[in-house]
């Protein structure tokens, strides 16, 4: 075991010193590292001894590679294991432990291994590829044919699993690695991005009967949206159960603004009225909820909302996406079995739970193709994800890749 536990921490060091960063600047995608970190995958999936097949996925903003690795075994139905190679940005230097480090120059301290994307997604990453290794050597018999799938543009939710699925592949089952360590993941939440727009008239501040102030109607705005129809979505419940530590025991709908700044254009001076004001929202949707009827209904509250502040306004839909569950209970089942044998193996205490996430995930884009899914990865709450600092648990790693071995094998 401890053999095993260094080579995850290496192969996921040397994953996290790629900067494989992902941004949106002024509206288009800039990547930085893509081609570096799938030929990493790659290589280290082959060194591994398994298959590697690579393409990549292109637009007109850019091309992102795919890199896909399995064993050459024989099973009845093939099972992805679904992860990312792609980041959020992070700042120049950390302080861990007392000293500047760099995010991708990796950092273990004790059970911490230190780096951005050492958590998201990286830990996935690294888990497979060894998880597959040890089973081939162990002689384990598979149940299913694992199939490795590490995407990028998982961060600004556009050439990753959506146009790999788009572009004909497609899998029996698959496991979304992209997730918590707390409990087996049989759904996550939609979502509905946004603006509100407030228009009004340009003026001087110290003659304000002389112009119009849309900021101080969107404030209206906001306050209508938060009182009536925060708490129509938050009365909605699922069926499914919440995370640990949430303080609703089944998922709950959600809504709140995120943003509030002036329109493009606009002079930030205090004297001058602007003359449009903007906010920024962000709608959480049940897993099973349909997202054109939360859509209409989001909508119809906004338009009360212009009228409650007598406003001038529109709304713009950034994103939506609806939610997923799990269709498939005998998947479910041997997802909460693997999790009980991997922690009897690892000795990690933690109740065995199953929950629906309060965010959102790629699983998705399987659900909506008619593809049975789950998710489990190595992430807890206080793993600083997409923050200073961000790390990852070694006995999490450990215990992901124990997992994954324990699912495909019989």
């Known amino acids: 075991m401890e053999e095993s536990r260094r080579e995850l921490v290496e192969l996921l060091k ?30 280290e999936a082959s060194r591994a001894g398994l298959r590697v097949d690579t393409l990549e996925l292109g637009s007109e903003d850019g091309r992102v590679p795919v890199v896909m690795a399995w064993p050459e075994v024989e099973a009845e139905g093939d099972l992805a294991l679904v992860s990312h190679y792609d980041v959020v940005p992070a700042r120049e230097s950390w302080t861990v432990e007392g000293r500047e480090v760099d995010p991708f120059e990796p950092v273990l301290v004790g059970d911490k291994l230190y780096g ?7 830990s996935a990453v690294a888990a497979s590829i060894v998880a597959l290794k040890e089973a081939v050597e162990e002689g384990r018999e598979f149940k299913h044919k694992p199939v490795i799938v590490v995407t990028g543009d998982e ?19 698959a496991v979304i690695l992209d997730a918590s360590a707390d409990y087996v993941s049989i759904g996550a939440s939609g979502v509905i991005h946004g603006w509100v727009k407030i228009y009004g008239r340009r003026g001087h501040a110290g003659y304000p009967h002389l112009a119009e102030n849309p900021v101080t109607k969107l404030a209206k705005v906001m306050e209508y949206m938060i009182r009536e129809y925060g708490a129509v979505r938050s009365r909605r419940i699922s069926r499914f159960p919440s995370p640990p530590g949430s303080p609703v025991p089944r998922v709950w709908g959600r809504f709140n603004f995120t943003i509030v700044k002036l329109g493009e254009g606009e002079a930030e001076k205090h004297n001058i009225i602007p003359g449009e004001a903007v906010a920024g929202f962000d709608a959480r949707l049940l897993p099973e909820e349909d997202v054109e009827e939360a859509l209409r209904e989001l909508l119809e509250y906004f338009s009360a909302a212009l009228d409650y502040a007598g406003a001038r306004g529109s709304v713009e839909i950034v994103t939506s996406g609806r939610g997923w569950y799990s269709t498939d209970e005998g998947l479910v089942e041997e997802a909460v079995g693997a999790l009980e044998r991997a922690l009897a193996k690892t000795g990690v205490e933690q109740p065995i739970r199953t929950a629906a996430e309060l ?3 790629d699983g998705t884009f399987f659900f909506l193709r008619g593809i049975p899914v789950v998710a489990f990865g190595a992430m807890r709450d206080d793993n600083n994800v997409h923050g200073d600092g961000e790390f990852v648990y070694v006995r999490d790693l450990v215990l992901l890749k124990e997992f994954i071995k324990e699912l495909v094998s019989r």
């Open 116 to 122: 951005r994307g050492a958590a998201d997604d990286k």
């Open 359 to 361: 965010g959102g995930n």
């Open 14 to 43: 040397k994953l996290v010193s790629v900067r494989s960063v992902v941004r949106i600047e002024d509206g288009k995608v800039v990547r930085e590292g893509y081609r570096e970190a799938a030929d990493l995958i790659a290589e």
């Open 155 to 173: 961060e600004v939710g556009l050439l990753g699993v959506r146009a790999l699925l788009d572009a004909g592949y497609k899998w029996d089952r």
